[in-house]
C-alpha cells in the first residue's frame, strides 16, 4: 500500500504572507516521508467540513503548478476537480502542461462536481445532475482523444471540439493516469470501469460493496478489475504524540485486505514540527508490503 497526502486546508498560522513558504516545506517533506502522491482539491471556497467558506482556499492548478516546482518525485493531481468549472480541452492542456512541467508526474483527478453554492456565488457553471455526468463522460472522452495521436475533431452533445489539438503531449505514457472521485454505482464506478486508470472512493462501511460493484462493471464491459488502481479517501488522525500510530496502521491493513491500494487523505497537524516525519518513519513502512 503507498500512501498519498491530501492537502485540503490552508488556513495557518501566519496567513497567506507565509502560506507559500508553508505548503512548499509541506509537500517537500511529504516526499521526503515517502509519500507517493500530493493533492489539493478543487474548490474556490473552503467546504463545510474543513471551515467556513471566507477561510483560505487555492486555485488548484495554479498551486499544483507551483508544488511541482518544489518537488521532484510524488504525483501531482486534483480530488478531483469538477467537470464543469473548465472546458474539457483547456482542462486537457492544463494538466498536460502540469504533466510536462513536472517531469511527467501529473494526474488527471476528475468528478461530476456537487459544491453549488461555490458555483453560483463565482458564476461558475452549475447544471443539472443528470446533464453534470453527462459532461463528465464527454470530459473524459475528449482528454483521451487529445492524449491520442487523433487530433481530428469531437462532436458530443455538450462539448464540440473543431481539432483536439495538443501540443506538446504529456510525457507520461500512454496518458496521465485518469482517476474518477465518488462512488455512485450506476454512473460513476460504470465510468471508472469505462475510462478510468483509478477510482477514489470515500473510507465507509459500504467500501467493499462499492468495490464489489466496480468490479461488477468490469465484467460486463470486459475490462481488467485489477488494472484499476483502488485508492480509498481518509483522515489520518495519528494523535498530537503519535498515539494512534497503531490503530491507523491496523485500519490501513483492513484496507488493504479490501484491495485498496492508495490510502489517500488529509492530516490531522499537517502544518506541525515532526507529524509528516512520523508517518514516514513508522506508517509508511508498516504498510508498505501490504
Known amino acids: 500500500m503507498k500512501l498519498g497526502l491530501h492537502i485540503a486546508d490552508f488556513t495557518w498560522q501566519g496567513g497567506p504572507t507565509v502560506l507559500r513558504t508553508d505548503l512548499g516545506d509541506i509537500a517537500a517533506r511529504a516526499e521526503q516521508a515517502g509519500y507517493d502522491r500530493v493533492s489539493v482539491m478543487d474548490h474556490v471556497w473552503q467546504i463545510g467540513h474543513l471551515g467556513p467558506p471566507e477561510h483560505e482556499m487555492l486555485e488548484a492548478y495554479t498551486t499544483l503548478g507551483y508544488l511541482a516546482a518544489k518537488t521532484e518525485r510524488v504525483k501531482l493531481l486534483t480530488v478531483v476537480t469538477a467537470v464543469v468549472y473548465r472546458e474539457p480541452g483547456l482542462l486537457a492542456k492544463a494538466v498536460t502542461t502540469l504533466d510536462v512541467l513536472s517531469g511527467g508526474r501529473a494526474m488527471l483527478g476528475i ?118 488502481e483502488k485508492t480509498a479517501q481518509l483522515r489520518f488522525d495519528l494523535g498530537r504524540d503519535g498515539e494512534r500510530v497503531e490503530q491507523t496502521i491496523e485500519h490501513l491493513h483492513e484496507l488493504a485486505e479490501l484491495g485498496i491500494e492508495v490510502a489517500h487523505g488529509t492530516l490531522a497537524g499537517v502544518s506541525e514540527p515532526g507529524m509528516l516525519e512520523l508517518v514516514g518513519e513508522r506508517v509508511i513502512p508498516a504498510v508498505a508490503a501490504r
Not at 461558475?124 to 459532461?135: G, I, K, Y
Not at 503531449?169 to 455512485?184: F, K, N, V, W
Not at 470501469?193 to 464489489?212: E, G, R, T, V
Open 111 to 228: 468528478g461530476a462536481a456537487w459544491n453549488e453554492e461555490e458555483s453560483r456565488g463565482l458564476g461558475l457553471f452549475f447544471p443539472s445532475t443528470a446533464e453534470r455526468f453527462e459532461r463528465l463522460e464527454e470530459a473524459l472522452q475528449i482528454c483521451l482523444q487529445m492524449w491520442s495521436e487523433d487530433d481530428g475533431p469531437f462532436e458530443g452533445k455538450h462539448y464540440q471540439l473543431a481539432r483536439t489539438l495538443n501540443s506538446p503531449q504529456a510525457l507520461s505514457r500512454p496518458h496521465p493516469p485518469i482517476l474518477i472521485g465518488g462512488a455512485g454505482e450506476r454512473k460513476t464506478l460504470r465510468m471508472v470501469a469505462q475510462y478510468a486508470d483509478a477510482c477514489n472512493i470515500f473510507d465507509s462501511p459500504d467500501l467493499a460493496h462499492k468495490l464489489q460493484v466496480l468490479r461488477e462493471h468490469c465484467e460486463r464491459l470486459g475490462r481488467d478489475y485489477d488494472e484499476i
